[in-house]
């Protein structure tokens, strides 16, 4: 369907007498991500669909027939989503929570408990089981590449309460003592530091440039113009600077985790 969505832009775009620069100046896109929705490699948000259907004189069929994520995925997270299961290098800077791919089922239930409108029994499950199955990208034991960076904020946090935590902390050492995921926190004392404004993830790819996603409350962003994908970077490395090397991360997880147990 992807694909099919793009070669008809395509066709359309090429109709009009149009190149991708010109479309992408007027929808106020990049021409790259104008060059992967054609090749069915990404899939352009809500916002970007009206766009294209301005520009292109779609009325809102861009916008209608736009393929669709992942059941449970939001809707700003569908493009990062699929790019993500595309990547061979992923970076992950969680703030207030543990990325998701990294979560565990009760951290996860614990977190959708907070949602509003509160979501009913059936809706939560199926939420848990499509952000569970995002952690099936670290199944391979070499690819992608996943480095997580944590705020401190993010261990103390006690997310579901003491037992949730604990399982969640020692799930991340596990992770990181295989080597499947390389381990930073940035420590609490050190105040402030370059990401501290919102999560970030980066990820790098064999046939297309870097992309760059960002998520605040009910919205989120990909990015994938270059020179805004590099001031991330970095970012990213600058807060890496100043983190904790991996073996103290993960001490830190443990004795945190323990902490957490003694409270059961």
Request: glycine share 8%; hydrophobic share 40%; charged share 25%.
């Amino acid at each position: 369907m992807t694909s099919t969505y793009g070669e008809w832009l395509r066709a359309r775009r090429e109709a009009l007498g149009l190149t991708q620069e010109q479309v992408a100046h007027d929808a106020h896109m990049t021409r790259s991500h104008i060059a992967h929705i054609e090749a069915g490699r990404r899939i352009p948000s809500a916002e970007d669909a009206r766009s294209l259907d301005r520009v292109l004189g779609t009325g809102d069929v861009l916008s209608s027939f736009r393929p669709q994520g992942d059941l449970g995925i939001a809707d700003h997270f569908a493009v990062a989503r699929k790019l993500e299961q595309q990547a061979t290098v992923i970076r992950e800077f969680g703030l207030s929570l543990v990325p998701g791919f990294l979560q565990t089922e009760g951290y996860v239930r614990a977190v959708m408990r907070t949602a509003f409108p509160p979501w009913s029994q059936e809706e939560c499950d199926r939420l848990v089981v499509t952000r569970l199955d995002r952690s099936k990208l670290l199944d391979d034991p070499v690819r992608p590449v996943v480095w997580a960076l944590l705020d401190e904020a993010v261990i103390r946090r006690p997310v579901g309460g003491p037992t949730v935590m604990a399982e969640q902390l020692m799930h991340i050492v596990r992770m990181s003592e295989r080597e499947r995921v390389r381990l930073h926190v940035l420590p609490l004392g050190l105040g402030a530091h370059s990401l501290m404004q919102g999560v970030l993830s980066l990820m790098w790819f064999e046939d297309q440039p870097p992309a760059a996603y960002t998520e605040g409350a009910q919205t989120g962003k990909l990015i994938d113009a270059p020179s805004a994908v590099e001031q991330l970077q970095g970012a990213y490395d600058l807060a890496l600077g100043d983190a904790l090397p991996r073996l103290e991360s993960e001490v830190l997880l443990r004795s945190t985790a323990k902490d957490y147990g003694r409270h059961d």
